[in-house]
């Protein structure tokens, strides 16, 4: 499968401020997602991010408090803005759709874990 | 009731022994089915995906899938302390978007 890599693996944040997450995959894949996983939890969707259009949201999420850009089939970027400790949580990337894949099956990244004070 | 459901566990079998995962779905129209194995601190890894009904075998681990009951499982045979970890079922959706069950915490014991 495509190797995806994150940035940064981790970070600590004060309430108010915005940080935005980088994945990067390896070669051209066709769907990237973002992924919310809260302490404990499972996996929740964020957005699937399209390249060269606007990403498309799940209910709950807003464009405002998460933008997210897709420039080209290989890198995308998720910004979690003005944070509150309730934004703690580990953020995932993945991919799928691309050339290495077998089926239509996802990777993910190794996560981003946020706190935010 | 939730789209997908595990039950949370822990699941505790002893070292050599097989463990069962089970994975029930709402959606009749879902296709496409996958067990991720996600250990502590780590990101979730694929392990196995299955879309036809029957039964679908890599190594130790055993996927079977039963549309009809809308049923899903995961058998991991000869069990190694290894193995112990959280194990998500994730069904896909008619949209390509994939929803994740609560995942089943496995403790295998030496």
């Known amino acids: 499968s495509a190797v995806i890599s994150q940035k940064p693996s981790r970070d600590i944040c004060q309430r108010g401020t915005s940080l935005t997450i980088q994945c990067q995959v390896d070669?051209?894949?066709?769907?990237m997602f973002w992924y919310r996983q809260q302490p404990g939890q499972s996996l929740t969707l964020i957005a699937t991010?399209?390249?060269?259009?606007?990403?498309?949201?799940e209910s709950g999420f807003v464009i405002d408090k998460f933008p997210i850009s897709r420039p080209n089939l290989t890198f995308s970027t998720l910004t979690v803005s003005n944070m509150s400790p309730e934004d703690s949580s580990i953020y995932l990337c993945?991919?799928?759709?691309?050339?290495?894949?077998?089926?239509?099956?996802?990777?993910f990244g190794p996560g981003t874990r946020l706190t935010v004070l | 009731q939730k789209e997908v459901e595990q039950n949370s566990g822990p699941l505790s079998v002893p070292e050599g022994a097989i463990a069962s995962l089970n994975c029930t779905y709402s959606?009749?129209?879902?296709?496409?089915f996958f067990w991720y194995r996600q250990y502590s601190g780590k990101s979730p890894e694929l392990i196995m995906f299955?879309?036809?009904?029957g039964d679908k075998e890599d190594g130790r681990f055993t996927a079977q899938l039963n549309k009809a009951s809308q049923y899903v499982s995961l058998l991991i045979r000869d069990s190694q302390p290894s193995d112990s970890a959280t194990y998500l079922c994730?069904?896909?959706?008619?949209?390509?978007?994939?929803?994740f069950g609560q995942g089943t915490t496995l403790q295998v014991k030496p």
């Open positions: 993945s991919q799928s759709g691309g050339s290495k894949n077998e089926y239509n099956e996802q990777f």
């Open positions: 070669s051209q894949v066709t769907m």
């Open positions: 991010a399209n390249q060269g259009s606007e990403a498309t949201y």
């Open positions: 959606d009749r129209g879902s296709q496409s």
């Open positions: 299955i879309y036809s009904n």
């Open positions: 994730a069904v896909e959706s008619n949209t390509g978007k994939l929803i």
